[in-house]
């Protein structure tokens, strides 16, 4: 089992950045890819972006594509979301999650492998 904490949430006014940090605990946090997702209330999760476990390979879905980073550091068992040029449609909780498969070559470009979560983070930008 892993266990994950976010950080980094907070209020920013549109076309500011903030980063967020998820740190990791429990299973070897070097051998799984990472994912950070989001949610508003009333809808589903959205998938934003992983990466893999060596930080060598990541994703990014259209909307968020070219304006958020997802990094890693495997020493400090650390993931991080850096969102640039945020708008206020970025409002949402933030949470970070991890692949339950060791190794995978390539970043997971949907929710399904997913199944350990943080608590989330608040994000909320306004306009």
């Known amino acids: 089992q892993v266990e994950l904490v976010e950080s980094g949430g907070g209020l920013v006014q549109a076309g500011g950045s903030l980063r967020l940090s998820c740190a990791a605990s429990g299973r070897t946090f070097s051998t799984y890819s990472m994912g950070w997702f989001r949610q508003v209330p009333g809808k589903e999760r959205e998938f934003l972006a992983s990466?893999?476990?060596?930080?060598?390979?990541?994703y990014y879905t259209d909307s968020v594509k070219g304006r958020f980073t997802i990094s890693r550091d495997n020493v400090k068992n650390t993931v991080y979301l850096q969102m640039n040029s945020l708008k206020p449609e970025d409002t949402a909780v933030y949470y970070c999650a991890a692949d339950k498969r060791p190794y995978q070559p390539i970043a997971p470009m949907n929710a399904e492998p997913f199944n350990s979560w943080g608590q989330g983070t608040q994000v909320t930008v306004s306009s």
């Open positions: 990466i893999t476990w060596s930080g060598r390979g990541t």
